[in-house]
């Protein structure tokens, strides 16, 4: 997180939740805006968390169970509070 990164822009959160998940990326920053992502996410979430990511909103707080999020980002376990300093 510190030495630099590379940027992609999948247009799919859930590819990236499950990229999360398989350890080809170590950060997810983005999903839905304030819409629902119950049925469209939801897979991914489980996925990526049954992985050992950790997964929260943009302040750190677990995802809303009301299935609506400003932004998601999930990162594996060493990395998420780092990640989240950088974002915040």
């Known amino acids: 997180v510190g030495a630099g ?3 992609f822009d999948l247009g799919l959160p859930s590819l990236g939740l499950c990229y999360v998940a398989a ?3 170590y950060v997810l920053i983005g999903g839905p ?4 992502f ?4 939801a897979a991914a979430l ?7 990511a ?4 943009k ?3 677990p995802i809303s169970t009301n ?9 594996t376990a060493p990395i998420h509070q780092r990640a989240l300093t950088l974002l915040n």
């Open 5 to 7: 990164c590379r940027v």
């Open 23 to 25: 350890g080809a990326f």
């Open 33 to 36: 805006q304030h819409v629902s």
């Open 38 to 41: 119950s049925f469209d996410y």
């Open 46 to 52: 489980l996925i990526a968390a049954e992985a050992g």
């Open 54 to 57: 950790v997964i929260t909103d």
């Open 59 to 61: 302040n750190g707080q």
């Open 67 to 75: 299935g609506t999020a400003e932004l998601i980002m999930a990162a």
